[in-house]
């Protein structure tokens, strides 16, 4: 599905790209993703979490340490 109707930017691309490690302001530099008239951010950004392997994302990681803090303090 085309998600950045102004660039032209599918969702397959975006996946692509953050699987070899991008994230979201990789994707805006490289590809212009909602840098222009901005309506595809959520969607690019729902798209990059989807992407986003679990042990790679930092909200995942942060809620961990919390866990882990709770259990041994």
């Given at each position: 599905?085309?998600?950045?109707?102004?660039?032209?930017?599918?969702?397959?691309?975006?996946t692509?790209?953050?699987?070899?490690?991008a994230?979201f302001?990789d994707?805006?530099?490289?590809?212009?993703?909602?840098?222009?008239?901005g309506?595809?951010?959520?969607?690019?950004?729902?798209?990059?979490?989807?992407?986003?392997?679990?042990?790679?994302?930092?909200?995942?990681?942060?809620?961990?340490?919390?866990i882990?803090?709770?259990?041994?303090?």
């Amino acid at each position: 599905m085309i998600v950045c109707i102004c660039r032209n930017i599918s969702d397959k691309e975006i996946t692509l790209r953050v699987q070899d490690g991008a994230q979201f302001d990789d994707l805006q530099i490289d590809l212009g993703i909602a840098t222009c008239c901005g309506c595809c951010e959520e969607c690019a950004r729902d798209v990059v979490t989807r992407a986003t392997p679990a042990t790679r994302h930092p909200r995942q990681r942060h809620a961990r340490r919390k866990i882990k803090r709770l259990v041994l303090g």
